[in-house]
């Protein structure tokens, strides 16, 4: 930064790819927020756009706007973050370059984030905010169900939105940060476990040049990044639920398995093999997708102790099973009913058993896995 400037209070990090005609605009109107008394400087983090943003930023020639630009990361969630390690002021607000975020409610921003927020969006959502007609019914349908799905991480109204004010120190570990997709405010708010969020209501208004790029890959990174936030929030239950379903759907495959086998053998296999096949198969089925979806964090650690440790494990509560079986069957009488309460509750009891026993035990945490 231009060392001759004393330490803003805000920095204003505007991510583009391909604004060049919107930046001289977005510029004059942060301009007369400076004018309204507001020390703030802009950090322009451009992705090579090669459409003539650096000589417009060369061309008006601000001495409180800095143009960085970067040649080898890509994407929107990344570029932000690059803006918030190379900010200087106190505070830092983030915003998109086509005006679609009026830069007049910065001072709003400010007065709550001196307040009690620890974190401030500008908002479509809330009474006040709005969205510029012409948006189409998909894009609208769209972001309603992105919205929905951030439900279970907060209770902000509009937390897709790309207009956002935060303390720079706001996350000290950036390691916790994963630059996926677009969502870089959920994944804020997320992680920095902010609790007072507040919405400052805007106009959201439609981009007068160039295109958006949200892209349907985007679009698919986001259904990825509910998923991380989940099993960082939720650990525990992303790693449970998962495991579960993976076991009803092991049963499945393990009846799929008997009646495939007793087809093709045609009966020349013996009944206690075609069971033994069908248990290891359903066993196998479980351990790839148990090792992918629900111990997903210990994926990188060797394989064979991990299926060897699973096959154990699992073998515990059908040996116990079996004994229980024959223990019942001894008595004179065992009634359908009580047989089919009895294998549902040692089901349940063995999901619990199992998950807990392989989380401790199979596929552990280790220091160097991520969260995620
Ligand atoms: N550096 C960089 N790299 N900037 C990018 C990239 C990228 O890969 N992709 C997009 N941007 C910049 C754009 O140049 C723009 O300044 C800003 O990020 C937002 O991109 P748009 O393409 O205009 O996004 P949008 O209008 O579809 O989406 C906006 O509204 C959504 C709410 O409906 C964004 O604010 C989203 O964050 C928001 O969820
Ligand atoms: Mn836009």
Same mark, same amino acid.
């Given at each position: 930064?231009?060392?001759? +400037?004393?330490?803003?209070?805000?920095?204003?990090?505007?991510?583009?790819?391909?604004?060049?005609?919107?930046?001289?605009? %977005?510029?004059?109107?942060?301009?007369?927020?400076?004018?309204?008394?507001?020390?703030?400087?802009?950090?322009?983090?451009?992705?090579?756009?090669?459409?003539?943003?650096?000589?417009?930023?060369?061309?008006?020639?601000?001495?409180?706007?800095? %143009?960085?630009?970067?040649?080898?990361?890509?994407?929107?969630?990344?570029?932000?973050? *690059?803006?918030?390690?190379?900010?200087?002021?106190?505070? *830092?607000?983030?915003?998109?370059?086509?005006?679609?975020?009026?830069?007049?409610?910065?001072?709003?921003?400010?007065?709550?984030?001196?307040?009690?927020?620890?974190?401030?969006?500008?908002s479509?959502?809330v009474p006040g905010g709005s969205?510029?007609?012409?948006?189409?019914?998909?894009?609208?349908?769209?972001?309603?169900?992105?919205?929905?799905?951030?439900?279970?991480?907060?209770?902000?109204?509009?937390?897709?939105?790309?207009?956002?004010? &935060?303390?720079?120190?706001?996350?000290?570990?950036?390691?916790?940060?994963?630059?996926?997709?677009?969502?870089?405010?959920?994944? %804020?708010?997320?992680?920095?476990?902010?609790?007072?969020?507040?919405?400052v209501p805007i106009h959201?208004?439609?981009?007068?040049?160039? +295109?958006?790029?949200?892209?349907?890959?985007? +679009?698919?990174?986001?259904?990825?990044?509910?998923?991380?936030?989940?099993?960082?929030?939720?650990?525990?239950?992303?790693?449970?639920?998962?495991?579960?379903?993976?076991?009803?759907?092991?049963?499945?495959?393990?009846?799929?398995?008997?009646?495939?086998?007793?087809?093709?053998?045609?009966?020349?296999?013996?009944?206690?093999? +075609?069971?033994?096949?069908?248990?290891?198969?359903?066993?196998?089925?479980?351990?790839?997708?148990?090792?992918?979806?629900?111990?997903?964090?210990?994926?990188?650690?060797? &394989?064979?102790?991990?299926? %060897?440790?699973?096959?154990?494990? *699992?073998?515990?509560?059908?040996?116990?099973?079996?004994?229980?079986?024959?223990?019942?069957?001894?008595?004179?009488?065992?009634?359908?009913?009580?047989?089919?309460?009895?294998?549902?509750?040692?089901?349940?009891?063995?999901?619990?058993?199992?998950?807990?026993?392989?989380?401790?035990?199979? &596929?552990?945490?280790?220091?160097?896995?991520?969260?995620?």
């Amino acid at each position: 930064m231009n060392t001759r +400037q004393p330490a803003p209070d805000v920095t204003v990090i505007v991510p583009t790819y391909q604004e060049a005609e919107s930046l001289p605009g %977005l510029l004059d109107r942060l301009e007369a927020v400076r004018a309204g008394g507001v020390a703030l400087n802009v950090l322009i983090v451009d992705d090579d756009s090669q459409d003539g943003t650096e000589a417009v930023i060369a061309e008006m020639d601000r001495d409180w706007v800095r %143009l960085l630009t970067r040649r080898e990361d890509r994407g929107l969630s990344s570029a932000v973050l *690059c803006g918030i390690q190379e900010a200087t002021g106190e505070w *830092c607000v983030v915003m998109d370059a086509d005006l679609s975020h009026p830069p007049e409610v910065i001072p709003d921003f400010l007065a709550a984030l001196r307040g009690d927020a620890d974190f401030v969006v500008g908002s479509r959502y809330v009474p006040g905010g709005s969205t510029e007609d012409g948006w189409g019914v998909l894009r609208w349908i769209n972001s309603k169900v992105a919205t929905v799905m951030a439900r279970p991480f907060t209770t902000v109204r509009d937390p897709m939105s790309g207009f956002l004010g &935060f303390s720079r120190t706001l996350i000290d570990d950036s390691d916790v940060l994963d630059p996926v997709g677009y969502k870089i405010g959920l994944e %804020l708010i997320v992680k920095g476990e902010c609790r007072h969020v507040e919405e400052v209501p805007i106009h959201f208004s439609t981009r007068r040049h160039g +295109q958006s790029k949200l892209s349907l890959r985007v +679009q698919l990174q986001y259904l990825n990044h509910i998923v991380r936030l989940a099993r960082w929030k939720y650990p525990r239950l992303s790693s449970f639920l998962p495991f579960a379903m993976v076991g009803v759907s092991g049963i499945g495959i393990y009846v799929l398995l008997l009646w495939i086998l007793e087809l093709v053998s045609g009966g020349t296999l013996g009944q206690d093999l +075609q069971i033994i096949i069908a248990i290891v198969g359903a066993m196998f089925w479980n351990f790839t997708f148990d090792r992918w979806l629900a111990f997903w964090y210990a994926r990188k650690q060797p &394989f064979l102790p991990q299926l %060897l440790g699973f096959l154990a494990v *699992c073998s515990i509560p059908v040996i116990v099973n079996f004994l229980i079986t024959r223990w019942l069957v001894g008595d004179d009488y065992v009634s359908p009913a009580a047989g089919a309460i009895g294998a549902f509750a040692g089901s349940v009891v063995g999901v619990v058993f199992n998950w807990l026993v392989m989380r401790s035990f199979i &596929f552990r945490r280790s220091e160097s896995s991520s969260g995620n």
